[in-house]
């Protein structure tokens, strides 16, 4: 016979039913899992934090590969002066400096969308400013070259105001026609030379810093001496540029830029503040330039308003280096430069027919390879030397990745 209030009998008429009680699960700390009494095993804390960990990765196995090449390398180029001839020298300046105008002209079309043809804007004002410094103001020709470059960038900023106003095609043509407008201001200071040009004095080529230490040492007359002082101010220009507009690329700031070249609309949806970037980018740009731009006048030791403010030569030259080797990639105007060094070493002496194959390999790069050689390449194979862009790995990942790198 069921008793009132137990489990089997029904409630009493009139009284409140009691909310049934739901079964307890069992806690996986209490061994109660799937199966008739079988317990459940836990995955190692230690594992599960390892295959559920994502992380953020820029550098591959590759990249690390190349950058101790890189280093080795850097260090066997310092050491060249020691066995190389003053000709493979100055053969070699003028490929650093190429590719430093290079880098920072990919670093503004690439990067951010601004498809300038009048860089010359800022070599020429980088040059005159250093005869400016050295001649006028009698100030060391390193020391030029540094604030040749800073007045170059602090130029850049009201010429940014006038030429950002332009979109597409506009821009381009409206950073020539200041190029332009900057030729004809130094072709008017007759302290310059005026239309004709000038040359730096013996004194100011003969004494810049450290001439003496390196004729002493390396028991060299003072020309030789120059052009290796010259070399290596061209190789830490051109290195320590590269650096830092990888450094930029790795960077916050380099997530922006890409997200601008990308989509602009999408890029200011987001917060981005598309004007600010693209001024920072090109007053960087005007300074690298600038101190380029002294340099190749350093070298050469003379300067005039049409050399200086040369379109052919310090624009059109750089945007065949940049889309033969790959627009948008740090390596392209490292291959772009070698090979339009070859061919200016090998072609020049056609003439005319010179420029017409600079044209058609251009055309039929832009035909074939629309990337260029490395980026045909990296396309292809999948390496990148200068990786940029973020990928999500685990840490199981990163750890195969290093242990190959090791091995």
């Not at 009048?118 to 005869?131: N, S």
């Not at 080529?205 to 070399?231: C, F």
């Not at 030569?313 to 740090?330: K, M, N, P, S």
Request: charged share 10%; glycine share 10%; proline share 5%.
């Amino acid at each position: 016979m069921a008793t009132v209030g137990s489990a089997d009998s029904p409630p009493p008429l009139g009284a409140r039913a009691s909310r049934p009680h739901s079964p307890t699960l069992p806690s996986p700390a209490s061994g109660g899992g799937r199966g008739g009494g079988g317990e459940t095993p836990a995955l190692p804390e230690e594992e599960a934090g390892e295959r559920a960990t994502p992380r953020l990765a820029i550098a591959t196995a590759t990249s690390r590969a190349f950058t101790l090449v890189g280093c080795l390398l850097i260090v066997a180029l310092i050491g060249l002066p020691l066995i190389a001839s003053r000709s493979l020298l100055q053969d070699l300046v003028f490929i650093f400096y190429m590719l430093t105008l290079a880098q920072f002209w990919n670093l503004l079309a690439g990067y951010v969308g601004l498809v300038s043809v009048g860089q010359q804007t800022f070599v020429g004002l980088g040059g005159y400013l250093l005869f400016a410094l050295t001649v006028m103001v009698g100030l060391d020709p390193l020391l030029a070259i540094l604030l040749a470059g800073t007045i170059a960038a602090v130029l850049a900023i009201p010429t940014a105001f006038v030429v950002f106003r332009l979109q597409g095609a506009y821009f381009a043509v409206g950073t020539w026609v200041m190029a332009e407008v900057y030729r004809l201001v130094f072709a008017q200071v007759k302290e310059l030379g005026g239309g004709t040009g000038t040359s730096l004095p013996p004194a100011v080529t003969n004494s810049i810093t450290g001439i003496d230490w390196i004729r002493r040492v390396l028991d060299l007359r003072t020309p030789a001496a120059r052009d290796v002082l010259t070399y290596w101010i061209a190789l830490a220009i051109a290195a320590g540029s590269t650096l830092a507009i990888y450094m930029v690329l790795r960077s916050r700031r380099g997530l922006a830029l890409a997200a601008i070249r990308d989509s602009t609309a999408a890029a200011q949806s987001v917060g981005i503040d598309i004007f600010r970037a693209k001024l920072w980018i090109y007053v960087l740009a005007a300074a690298g330039t600038g101190m380029t731009g002294a340099l190749i006048y350093l070298q050469k030791a003379r300067i005039s308003p049409d050399a200086a403010f040369s379109v052919l030569d310090w624009t059109a030259y750089v945007i065949f280096i940049v889309v033969i080797g790959g627009l948008g990639t740090l390596e392209g105007p490292i291959i772009g430069v070698m090979v339009f060094y070859l061919m200016q070493t090998y072609l020049a002496g056609f003439g005319s027919w010179y420029l017409i194959l600079l044209g058609v390999l251009a055309i039929a790069t832009m035909l074939f390879a629309p990337k260029g050689i490395w980026g045909h390449f990296s396309q292809r194979f999948g390496i990148v030397l200068f990786p940029v862009q973020r990928r999500i790995s685990t840490l199981s990942k990163l750890a195969d990745d290093a242990q190959r790198t090791s091995s």
